[in-house]
């Protein structure tokens, strides 16, 4: 079990230089980077009621420091969950968002550890995924994402009515559950392999996971962590970038124009980065009753989770870095929005979510 290290007003505060620039030749360049150094000043902690109708409390960021399930670990960034009390009420657990939203580029996650044990995973619905404003319009990539027991990563997009997705270039392995991304359903496809997601995940040390995001598609590559792909690319300069063509074949590939329909610029844009945990809900509640290994713990997802807080020792991201990459014609949209479906922050909830900054 990993104890995360408090993180403090002052290492909250500290920000990361401007990266240096890639030459000029270079399709991108590196824009941000979060990390250790700066992430908890360059996200936000969600604290309101859980928009997918979890068994969960979100906690504030100096709720989360207090007891432990936010900080530094390993030279990470530890985002947990309370795995010590019983609760009838949703259990106590992280969610951030990044001050910061992004439209098109390449981002670069990784990720040491997510949410998952090697003993149960039932009731779990962690993701890490990014989301524009008034959703659905504005679009959601859910890059990182499953529930309960599942082995592999389910890679899923969300945009309004209009948006028909092909797979066209995606891993021949993975398949297209869905073409239409349109609303809570999406367009999503199912990979196969069981160590990008889950215990398979954390037993190799976790990898690396890329998003490119163009007006032409959307592509995810995921790079166990003793791949060459993840070493170079979790070993580069601030002034090397990464050349995508030579990724490889994309674990997922979503495409809209030519042989999908769906203009990517008109649905997808101004999206904040989110990492969240949360229990039982609109996927994994929902689900419980269709998974052997779950259901044979519990008649209801919700009475596992809030009784059986040993289960989620092993219910944390450790995160090593994000870096974004985007052309110089690109940057940050500005303004923030908060981590919900859609949901607008009102300017007091705002204040008081960023008062631990003060």
Known sequence: MVKPTAFSRGALLASLAQATTAASTSRYTLTQVFNATNFFSEFTFFDQPDPTHGFVEYVDAPTANRL?????????????VDHTNTTTTGRKSTRVTSNQAFTKGLFIADIAHMPASASSSCGLWPAYWMFGPDWPTSGEIDILEGVNAQKSNSITLHTAKGCEMANTGSLGSTKLANGNCEGNTGCGQTTSATNNYGAGFNDIGGGIYALEWTDDHIAVWFFP??????KSLAAASPSSVPNTSNFGTPLAKFVGNGSGNCSIPNHFKDHNIVFDTTFCGDWAGQVWGQDDTCKSLADTCEDWVGQNPEGFQEAYWLVNHIKVYQQVDQGPAAGQTDGGFGVQRKPDEERRARSFEA
């Open 68 to 80: 432990s399930l936010a900080g530094y670990s390993q030279n990470g960034v530890y985002l947990g």
């Open 225 to 230: 962590r003793n791949s060459n792909t993840c």
